[in-house]
């Protein structure tokens, strides 16, 4: 490959002068940009450990009250980004959040997408859009782009949930923003009711919803049971994964980032295609080795870990008898849109 001329070949008065009038000289950045044969993502590949987080996660609802916090979240951040950034990837946050009884995370509605993942706790519910979505272990509910949402909590123990936001991406589109508003009045959730069988939509005068978001909450106890169906039905199939879609029309949940359930058989081992969006990998049940490139993580319930574009992802089921349920989150709809998306042996 040429060897291209780097910034210090350059005269000192002519950088000077370049720099006078906010030019750069392309050729000794070139190769940083458009490094040869594939991206240098700085995302690392990264474990944070639920075990280990969860005490610092309490603690900060005795440090902080959510008066003063309006969201009690510790960020999972990703080194190679740098923890201040707040990205587990390029597109992708991620946030432990913790809501005590009796606390009301206020209404608001922002710009960047979410979904929540349901860590531990009962008695905690959204309201999205007015809709009450309760929060259950494993269950996804999503709180898309404008959308009001709120978190209030009537059980008796700390309740715990991942958040999945692109808001990385929206904020380097310089398009990141909230309102806050007032509480809203609350309506019994109706999509996971509405959408309940597969295949079955509900067609008022034949016509078809054409509300973007129709289902808002996506109760683990259903997807447990389409990846048990899914795996019985199919014994051959190495890859037992759900993708969480629009039951109107099949397309990716949101706009920005892909949402998935995948389950592991008993002891089983799965190689995934190298693909160049980032991804996400939390336990919901089992036990787990998620092998990124040269590294390893071991997975207990309730653990998260990244992996960036291109790598090699292998996942381990940990047990020989018990079945392993993995949420994934990746920046694939992202790429497919911008036509970006390669998958590579
Ligand atoms: O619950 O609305 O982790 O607005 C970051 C931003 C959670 C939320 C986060 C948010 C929220």
């Not at 001329?5 to 009038?21: I, K, N, V």
């Not at 309506?187 to 978001?213: C, N, S, V």
Request: charged share 20%; with cysteine.
């Amino acid at each position: 490959m040429l060897e291209l001329a780097r910034l210090e070949d350059l005269p000192a008065d002519y950088r000077a002068a370049l720099g006078t009038q906010n030019l750069v000289p392309l050729w000794p950045n070139l190769r940083g940009v458009l490094p040869p044969g594939q991206p240098r993502p700085k995302t690392l590949p990264t474990h944070w450990s639920y075990e280990s987080l969860k005490p610092l996660l309490l603690a900060a609802g005795e440090l902080t009250p959510i008066e003063k916090a309006e969201r009690r979240v510790l960020v999972l951040a990703n080194p190679g980004h740098g923890l201040e950034n707040m990205q587990a990837s390029a597109a992708m946050y991620l946030g432990m959040q913790l809501l005590l009884p009796g606390e009301w995370a206020p209404a608001h509605r922002h710009t960047p997408n979410a979904v929540r993942m349901i860590v531990e706790g009962t008695g905690a519910y959204t309201t999205v859009d007015g809709e009450r979505c309760a929060m259950e272990r494993g269950d996804l509910i999503l709180t898309p782009t404008g959308l009001w949402h709120e978190h209030a909590h009537d059980g008796a123990e700390p309740v715990v949930w991942l958040d999945v936001l692109d808001l990385p991406l929206v904020y380097y589109l310089e398009a990141s923003y909230h309102e806050d508003g007032p509480r809203q009045a609350v309506r019994p959730g109706a999509g996971e009711r509405r959408y309940a069988r597969g295949g079955l939509l509900p067609a008022p005068l034949f016509e078809r919803g054409t509300r973007a978001y129709p289902m808002l909450r996506y109760p683990w106890r259903e997807a447990r049971a389409a990846l048990e169906q899914l795996a019985a039905a199919e014994p051959g199939l190495d890859a037992v994964q759900i993708e969480y879609v629009n039951p109107e029309n099949g397309a990716h949940v949101q706009n920005i980032l892909g949402f998935y359930a995948l389950m592991l058989r008993p002891g089983q081992t799965l190689s995934l295609p190298r693909r160049s969006p980032a991804a996400v990998f939390h336990l919901i049940e089992g036990s787990a080795t998620v092998s990124v490139d040269a590294q390893q993580f071991k997975l207990a319930p309730a653990d998260t870990c990244c992996a960036p574009g291109f790598s090699r992802v292998t996942l381990a089921n940990a047990s020989a008898d018990q079945p392993a349920f993995i949420f994934i989150a990746d920046e694939g709809p992202l790429h497919e849109k911008l036509g970006l998306i390669e998958t590579r042996n």
